[in-house]
């Protein structure tokens, strides 16, 4: 019960305050200037996201593939059932996103920046009461149940006894 109190407490808390949270959680801001250097050693296609996408996530069905613009460059985005592919044409480096995180990779030396989504945490751990709302809200829906009734029960707890005294009423 200790883990959900303060679980809720903390997103409850950033429900109201998110700035001051979430600087508490801020991560190392990434340039992504030094990208601008960097040059594909083959031309990116269509088809190069798709082959991309089947290496990161070979479980996976490609649902869309798409061209738009991405941090000011034009990309290819691949969406499967996991996140998304995000390979910048000009410079070959990629995104994988999904809802909690975003990692960046360059060609030559992999992983060089992860981001993490802490509204996308918060949120979901307030609603929910896990990460991912596949099993619905169910257990956080039970959990603020249980406050509810742990309210009402401290309430008339601390009521009943005043009004059932002779000479203690609530006006006096």
Request: net charge positive; proline share 5%.
């Amino acid at each position: 019960m200790l883990p959900w109190v303060l679980i809720m407490g903390l997103t409850g808390l950033y429900m109201n305050h998110s700035r001051t949270v979430i600087s508490i959680f801020q991560q190392a801001e990434f340039s992504e200037k030094e990208l601008e250097a960097l040059r594909p050693s083959a031309p990116i296609t269509r088809e190069s996201a798709r082959i991309l996408a089947g290496s990161v996530w070979p479980d996976q069905h490609i649902r869309k593939i798409w061209k738009e613009n991405y941090h000011g460059r034009p990309s290819f985005f691949v969406s499967t059932g996991k996140g998304r592919i995000i390979l910048s044409i000009p410079t070959g480096h990629h995104y994988i996103k999904t809802r909690y995180t975003r990692r960046t990779f360059t060609p030559n030396e992999g992983l060089v920046h992860r981001k993490v989504y802490w509204e996308s945490i918060f949120s979901d751990l307030h609603k929910t009461g896990w990460l991912g709302g596949g099993l619905g809200t169910w257990l956080a829906d039970l959990f603020s149940f249980v406050l509810l009734l742990f309210g009402l029960s401290g309430s008339m707890m601390w009521l009943v006894p005043r009004i059932t005294r002779p000479g203690q009423g609530l006006g006096k």
